[in-house]
């Protein structure tokens, strides 16, 4: 790995290092799930980051996808597992992280176990290590706790502008023999008292550029525009789009750019079986 590119992932970890602790304090009963996303990613360019993707703010069975649409009056109550996945990126390279917090209570044995699991694959790790020796250990450790993991939900390889690289690392166990080594990747552990899996449910709020293609709607150029300029071909949240245009309109020039294949859409995803989900993430360079 290049001694530019490793300056980058080190000064991307600096800046997830120090928004992790604002981003704890943040997550309390009462709290506005808008304006602890918009607190999170003010933090992240205040200190010469870019957000990577949107703030996911994704609470009990909502595993992962959610973040606050344009004026959204959800706010965070007892009992809710608020679970936090933040990205900042620094020159493309991204480093990624996510947390859960149990409202009300200092411990919850789903986070314990996703924590627990995070830490123990973190060690296995090294250069010419294989994908399902690192899944083998994530089951086993959630296993052990009597929960199950998610297991269409994966850690994965980052690359530059790419927060979803190769290899995919499953939650659960398989026999997938790519060697991880010389990169970044994320082990991304999600931990249910459900069924195991999750499935595309409305709403959707996040988008990535796809590919440019002629469009009817200003609202939509602009949008398209703006997906490969400001936003650097990374996902984006519809409440970015929020000064184009009423959102109303947002939402018409969305669909229009889905129809015609320009955009990739993100749905929110939920616990198949209502469950309640806990995720704990981590951003390790194997060199």
């Known amino acids: 790995m290049e001694k530019e590119v490793v300056e980058s992932y080190k000064k991307a970890k600096e800046i997830s290092d120090k928004v992790l602790p604002l981003a704890k304090r943040l997550v309390k009963e009462d709290a506005s799930i808008l304006e602890i ?3 999170i990613e003010s933090k992240i360019k205040e200190l010469g980051g870019k957000p990577a993707f949107p703030v996911n703010i994704s609470i009990n069975e909502i595993a ?25 990126q620094v020159n493309g390279y991204i480093w990624d992280r996510a947390f859960s917090v149990f409202i009300g209570e200092k411990k919850h044995p789903l986070i314990e176990a ?5 830490k123990e694959a973190l060690k296995t790790v090294k250069p010419g290590i294989k994908v399902f020796e690192i899944s083998e250990v994530i089951e086993d450790v959630v296993s052990s706790f009597g929960f199950n993991p998610v297991r269409n939900l ?13 290899p995919s690392i499953p939650n659960s166990k398989n026999t997938i023999q790519a060697e991880i080594k010389d990169q970044a990747i994320a082990i991304e552990v999600f931990v249910t008292d459900g069924s195991g899996y999750v499935k595309e449910s409305a709403p959707t ?30 996902p984006f949240a ?4 929020k000064d184009i245009a009423s959102p109303l309109k947002i939402d018409l020039a969305l669909r229009q ?14 616990e198949i079986s209502g469950g309640k989900v806990a995720q704990s993430e981590e951003t390790i360079i194997v060199e």
């Not at 992962?64 to 679970?83: C, E, F, M, Q, S």
């Not at 996703?114 to 995070?118: F, I, P």
């Open 154 to 166: 994966s850690g994965h390889g980052l690359e530059r502008y790419n927060q979803h690289a190769y």
């Open 205 to 234: 709020l996040i988008y990535k550029f796809k590919q440019a293609k002629p469009v009817r709607m200003w609202e939509a150029r602009k949008i398209l525009e703006k997906a490969q300029k400001d936003f650097e071909l990374l």
């Open 64 to 88: 992962a996808h959610y973040t606050p649409d344009i004026n959204d009056t959800l706010r965070i109550k007892a009992g809710d597992l608020v679970k936090i996945d933040y990205g900042v």
């Open 37 to 39: 996303a918009e607190k």
């Open 257 to 270: 750019l889905l129809e015609v294949d320009a955009l990739t859409d993100f749905p929110v995803l939920k």
């Open 238 to 241: 519809k409440r970015w789009l």
């Open 114 to 118: 996703s924590e627990k699991a995070l």
